[in-house]
C-alpha cells in the first residue's frame, strides 16, 4: 500500500510542485486538529511476520479463518483492521468486511469492505476514503484496485487538504490509473473546483508519481501591467531526458503580442548549464525583438572548470520594456564571457574571454568598456599552513579591443613578499611588492610612445593590536586599533592608457588597500597612514557579535599627483569613515554606515538600515541612503525605503514598499498587496508602481494575483521572487 498512499496525493501534480517548506512554518497551522488519535502500530516496522488479532476467532489451517470483533490483521508497520476477517494462509488472502480500516503512522484508508491477496500484491477496496496526515490531505474513491505489485487503479477519485466537511477546493477525476515502474500517473476527466467553480478541466493528463519528471503543461502565470497589457503565460515542461529538460512558454502580452520563450536545461557528467531564449513580434514595438542567455559550467578535465556567460538583447529598449525591476531595467552593459581556470598546487590560472553589449545609446562608443580578447591571469593561492615568510606572484596579460579607438596588449606582473608576526594580543605583517607594466598599443595618435612601461615597489606595513574585557553579564568586550602604512612613489603615468581603470569607491576597507584604482593602468602613489579603531561586544552564551563599531582615517604625507582628475590630491586626510552592525534585542537588529569629509565638512556617503524580525513571519525595514559624488553628479542619490510583511490577524497578512527618492522629490517603487490564508489555500493581490529606466523616465503600473492550493500548486503570477527583491529578509513558505 505504499504507492497508493503516495500517488493519491498526486492525482494532479502535473501541472507544478510545492517548494520545500521551511523547518519553523507549520502551513496546516489554521487547519483543525486530527480527530484520531496518532496511530500506533501493534507490529513495528520491519518485522514482516503476519500477526492476527481479534475478540474472538474460528481457526481453519487448511481453510479460512474467521475473525471477528476488532479483527486486525498486522505485518511491517501496517494494520488492516475491520469488524470481521476472513483470512486464508494458504492463498494469502485477507478480506475484510464492516468498518475496513487500514492504516500506518501517517496513513489512513477507511472503507466498509475490500481484501488484499498479500502473495501476489492484489486487491481492492469499494467506496473508500484516505487521509494523509503529513499533508493534511483526504479524498475518497468509489474502488481503489491493486492490479499487481506496481499498479493500481482509483475510480471516481478526489483529493483535498481542506478540513472535513469544508471543500474551498477539489480535484476530482473519473479514472486514476498508477504505474510505479514507470512512475507514471494517468487520470481522465479531471476537473479542479474552488469554492465550487470549475477552475481547472481536462479529458485527458498524465503526471509523474515519484522524482521522474514527466512532461505536461504547468500551470499558468497571470498578470496586468502598463507596459505590456494583460500578461498571460502558459509553459509547457518537456522532459526530454533524464539529464534534459525543456519549459517552452508562450507568453500573451496584450498590447504587444505572442512572446515565445524557451528554457533548456542539461546536466551531464562533467558539465552542466542552461539556455533562455526569447522571440517577440512586438505590435506596440513595430519590431521583432528577442533575447539569449547562456549559462555553461563544465570540468572538462582534472582541476578544470570552464564558465560561460553570455547575454543579449535585440535592442537597448528590450531591458526597459519587459523587465519587471527597475534595477534590471537601468542595466547598462550586459557581460559576455568565458573563462578557463585550471586550480595548481598553490597556483591558479585564469584565461578569460569578456565583452560586453551596450544598450544605453546614450553611451559614445569612447565611453564603453574595452573587450578583453583574452585576459590570461596567473596567481598564487595564499598558504595553507603559517609561514615566516609569504611570498605571491599575479601575472596578467591582456588584449584588449574596441572598435574605432586605441586598443593594445598589457603585461602586469607584481610579485611580492610579507611577513606576517601573529600573536593572541596583536599583529605585524610589514611587505613588500614590485609592479611592472607594459604595453604594446595599436592605433595611437601619431607620436604616441606605442610600447610605455612602469615599474614601481609598493611597501606597507600593518599592525594591530587585541584588546579585551570580561563584563558583568559574562560577555566580553574588545578594543582593537589597528596601524597601517604604505609607501608608493611617485612615477609619471600620463601617457600610459586607460583600458580597465577606475577609481575604487571609498569605505572603511578601503583604508588598507595598497591601491585606489581598479585595473593596472594606474598605481596611485602613497605616503600615508590609516589609523583606525574598532570595538565588539560578545554574547556571553553564543559568542556572537551584539555590536561592531569601527572608525578609521588615512593621514597622507604627500600630495597624490596620480589621479584621474587634471590636478592632484592635495587634502592632508581623507574623509573619515565609521560603520557600526547592532544588535538591539533578539528582533532588532541596525547597521549603518558613514563618509564624512572634513575638508568640504559634509557628508559624502551614509547608510542606515533597521530591521525588526518577530515571531509569525513578521519583518519590518526602515532604510536611508545618501551619496555625494562632485565627479559624478549622474551617481548622486538620497533616498528612504521602507518595507514590510507583518500579519494583521491569524488569515490576513500585509505586505508593502515605499522606496523615495529624496533628491527628485519623486517616487521609485510603490508596492501595497494583501495575503488571505486558510487551511488549505491562499490568496495574494498586490499592486505595483514603479519608475522605469530610460530618457523618459515613466511609471509602470501593474497588478498580480497569485492563488496557491496547499498542496497541489499555485495559479497566478509568481510573486516570491520580487518580493523577496523589494522586502528586505521577506521569505517565502510555499
Known amino acids: ?22 523547518e519553523d512554518f507549520d502551513p496546516w497551522a489554521l487547519c483543525r486538529p486530527a480527530e484520531q488519535a496518532p496511530f500506533s502500530p501493534l507490529v513495528p516496522a520491519g518485522n514482516t511476520r503476519i500477526h492476527l488479532f481479534s475478540d474472538e476467532a474460528l481457526i481453519d489451517r487448511l481453510g479460512i479463518s474467521i475473525f471477528r470483533g476488532n479483527a486486525e490483521l498486522s505485518r511491517d508497520g501496517r494494520t488492516l483492521s475491520a469488524d470481521e476477517l476472513r483470512f486464508s494462509e494458504a492463498e494469502g488472502l485477507a478480506e475484510a468486511e464492516g468498518g475496513v480500516r487500514f492504516e500506518d503512522s501517517q496513513f489512513r484508508l477507511e472503507s466498509p469492505r475490500g481484501y488484499l491477496l498479500l502473495n501476489t500484491d492484489q486487491g481492492r477496496f469499494e467506496d473508500a476514503r484516505y487521509f494523509y496526515a503529513p499533508m493534511h490531505a483526504r479524498g475518497a474513491a468509489s474502488r481503489v484496485e491493486r492490479v499487481d505489485a506496481e499498479r493500481f487503479r482509483l475510480s471516481n477519485a478526489s483529493y483535498t487538504t481542506c478540513d472535513e466537511g469544508k471543500d474551498d477546493w477539489i480535484l476530482r477525476a473519473s479514472r486514476v490509473d498508477l504505474d510505479r515502474e514507470s512512475g507514471e500517473g494517468r487520470a481522465r476527466n479531471v476537473l479542479l473546483r474552488f469554492k465550487g467553480a470549475p477552475l ?41 531526458a533524464p539529464h534534459r529538460d525543456a519549459t517552452l512558454t508562450p507568453r500573451i502580452l496584450g498590447d504587444r503580442g505572442v512572446l515565445m520563450g524557451t528554457e533548456f536545461r542539461y546536466l551531464n557528467p562533467r558539465s552542466r548549464g542552461e539556455l533562455n531564449l526569447e522571440y517577440l513580434d512586438d505590435r506596440d514595438y513595430g519590431e521583432e525583438r528577442g533575447s539569449l542567455t547562456l549559462r555553461h559550467e563544465a570540468d572538462p578535465l582534472p582541476r578544470t572548470r570552464l564558465d560561460v556567460h553570455i547575454n543579449q538583447v535585440s535592442d537597448a529598449d528590450y531591458l526597459t520594456d519587459l523587465g519587471d525591476s ?11 564571457r568565458a573563462d578557463l581556470r585550471y586550480t595548481g598546487d598553490g597556483w591558479n590560472l585564469l584565461t578569460r574571454f569578456q565583452g560586453y553589449q551596450t544598450v544605453d545609446p546614450a553611451i559614445p562608443a569612447t565611453g ?8 590570461v591571469l ?16 599575479r601575472a596578467e596579460w591582456v588584449a584588449f579591443e574596441r572598435q574605432d ?10 610579485p611580492g613578499v610579507k611577513m606576517p608576526l601573529r600573536q593572541p594580543w596583536g599583529f605585524l605583517t610589514p611587505g613588500v611588492k614590485y609592479r611592472y607594466t607594459s604595453y604594446q598599443l595599436e592605433n595611437a595618435a601619431p607620436g604616441t610612445d606605442t610600447r610605455p612601461d612602469r615599474s614601481v615597489p609598493i611597501v606597507s606595513v600593518d599592525s594591530g593590536l587585541f584588546f579585551d574585557r570580561p563584563l558583568a553579564d559574562g560577555g566580553l568586550q574588545t578594543l582593537e586599533p589597528r596601524a597601517y602604512y604604505l609607501y608608493v612613489p611617485y612615477r609619471d603615468q600620463d601617457e600610459l592608457p586607460l583600458f580597465d581603470t577606475g577609481r575604487m569607491d571609498f569605505s572603511f576597507d578601503q583604508l588598507f588597500r595598497d591601491h585606489r584604482f581598479t585595473g593596472a593602468d594606474r598605481v596611485g602613489d602613497a605616503n600615508q597612514l590609516t589609523l583606525a579603531l574598532t570595538s565588539r561586544r560578545l554574547d556571553p552564551a553564543s559568542g556572537e557579535e551584539r555590536y561592531r563599531a569601527s572608525l578609521g582615517q588615512i593621514f597622507y604625507f604627500d600630495d597624490r599627483r596620480v589621479t584621474l582628475a587634471p590636478a592632484p590630491a592635495t587634502e592632508d586626510r581623507s574623509s573619515l569613515v565609521a560603520e557600526a552592525a547592532l544588535r538591539l534585542a533578539r528582533e532588532w537588529s541596525a547597521r549603518g554606515a558613514i563618509q564624512w569629509d572634513p575638508h568640504g565638512e559634509q557628508t559624502e556617503l551614509a547608510t542606515a538600515q533597521l530591521q525588526y524580525r518577530g515571531p509569525g513571519r513578521r519583518i519590518a525595514n526602515l532604510g536611508y541612503r545618501l551619496r555625494e559624488d562632485p565627479l559624478r553628479p549622474d551617481l548622486e542619490i538620497e533616498q528612504v525605503d521602507l518595507s514590510a510583511a507583518w500579519p494583521v490577524s491569524a488569515r490576513w497578512d500585509l505586505v508593502g514598499r515605499y522606496n523615495y527618492s529624496l533628491r527628485d522629490e519623486r517616487d521609485l517603487e510603490v508596492l501595497a498587496g494583501l495575503e488571505y490564508e486558510s487551511c488549505c489555500w491562499r490568496a495574494r493581490l498586490v499592486a505595483r508602481r514603479y519608475l522605469t529606466a530610460g530618457e523618459a523616465r515613466e511609471y509602470n503600473n501593474a497588478i498580480y494575483f497569485q492563488l496557491i492550493l496547499k498542496g497541489l500548486a499555485g495559479l497566478g503570477k509568481g510573486l516570491d521572487e520580487f518580493l523577496g527583491e523589494s522586502i528586505r529578509g521577506y521569505e517565502t513558505y510555499d
Open 368 to 375: 564603453r568598456p574595452y573587450q578583453r580578447l583574452p585576459q
Open 326 to 336: 527597475l534595477a534590471v531595467a537601468s542595466t547598462t552593459h550586459l557581460e559576455n
Open 405 to 414: 579607438t586605441l586598443t593594445g596588449q598589457r603585461l602586469d606582473l607584481m
Open 378 to 393: 596567473f596567481t598564487t593561492a595564499p598558504p595553507t599552513t603559517p609561514r615566516l615568510l609569504e611570498g605571491s606572484l
Open 200 to 240: 481547472f478541466y481536462t479529458p485527458y493528463i498524465s503526471f509523474p508519481i515519484d522524482d521522474r519528471r514527466k512532461s505536461g503543461f504547468l500551470y499558468p502565470s497571470i498578470g496586468n501591467s502598463d507596459a505590456s497589457g494583460l500578461d498571460l503565460s502558459v509553459p509547457y515542461y518537456w522532459n526530454i
Open 1 to 22: 500500500m505504499d504507492l497508493l498512499k503516495r500517488t493519491l496525493l498526486t492525482l494532479a501534480l502535473a501541472a507544478a510542485s510545492t517548494p520545500a517548506l521551511a
